[in-house]
């Protein structure tokens, strides 16, 4: 049994959006007012909401391109397998899917559970009970590539933070898979550390093909004549 167990996942009702805006510094009233001056450009705004049945197939979408590069290099897909397990998450209690949307455009996506879900899991309650650790694990964290490095991420974190907080949560718990390195390097500068590693390793094996090669057939015997053989009915009808 968990040592002090959080609130069940609220539902996917959507929540007043939380924003928050690029820091940029306002001109001064004065040079606003200045004759031919441009206006002043409004900064990009991002909302945070519960994922809604309608959304599924574009975050699907945002999700493979999100991980496409990711996927190229590391053993164990870093999203959902297919498209059917991710909609089976949909309807799965516990679990908290948020969309993060600037206009109409999806820039982020977070999913994260307080207890470990479904049944292909491989994760170790008693380790974190050990250590008093009372853990918000998050399953997926993605940040749409054409947006790195404007604070969406850091923002994506922020809720998550937030999340957990107010649950009476601990520890933010996820997987990177090693050789991520740009993710690692990412996490590390806020403050995760290392836990624990499952690493794949290889060995290379001496193969042979599971079917001999063809191999050539001796001639007749001497005073011998190919015959034939002869065709059955069925063939002959």
């Known amino acids: 049994a968990k040592a002090s167990p959080p609130p069940a996942a609220a539902s996917r009702r959507r929540p007043t959006a939380v924003t928050v805006v690029a820091a ?15 206006p002043p450009v409004e900064a990009p705004v991002i909302e945070v909401r519960r994922i809604h049945r309608r959304d599924l197939n574009r975050v699907w979408e945002f999700l493979k391109i ?43 996506y ?16 008693s380790y974190f009970e050990r250590r008093n650790m009372r853990p918000l694990f998050v399953e997926e964290l993605a940040v749409h590539p054409d947006w790195n490095g404007r604070g969406v991420g ?19 718990v996820l997987e990177v898979a090693e050789n991520n390195e740009h993710a690692l390097t990412w996490y590390r500068k806020r403050n995760f550390r290392k836990l624990d590693a499952a690493i ?19 001639p007749p015997p001497p005073g011998t004549e190919s015959v034939a053989p002869t065709p059955t009915p069925e063939e002959n009808a």
Not at 78 to 90: A, C, D, G, I, L
Not at 154 to 165: C, M, P, S, T, Y
């Open 24 to 38: 940029t510094a306002a001109a001064p009233l004065k040079d606003r007012r200045r004759k031919g001056a441009a």
């Open 200 to 218: 794949f390793l290889a060995a290379s094996v001496d193969t042979e093909d599971e079917l001999l090669p063809p191999k050539p057939v001796k």
């Open 110 to 125: 977070a999913e994260c559970a307080h207890e470990v879900v479904g049944n292909d899991n491989w994760m170790n309650e």
């Open 66 to 108: 999100s991980f496409a590069h990711v996927n190229l290099q590391t053993v164990e897909y870093q999203r959902p397998r297919s498209k059917k397990r991710f909609e089976k998450t949909y309807d799965e209690e516990g679990i908290d899917q948020l969309v993060f949307e600037v206009g109409d455009q999806i820039v982020a």
């Open 154 to 172: 850091g923002f994506v974190l922020e809720q998550l933070h937030h999340l957990a907080k107010v649950r009476g949560l601990s520890h933010l």
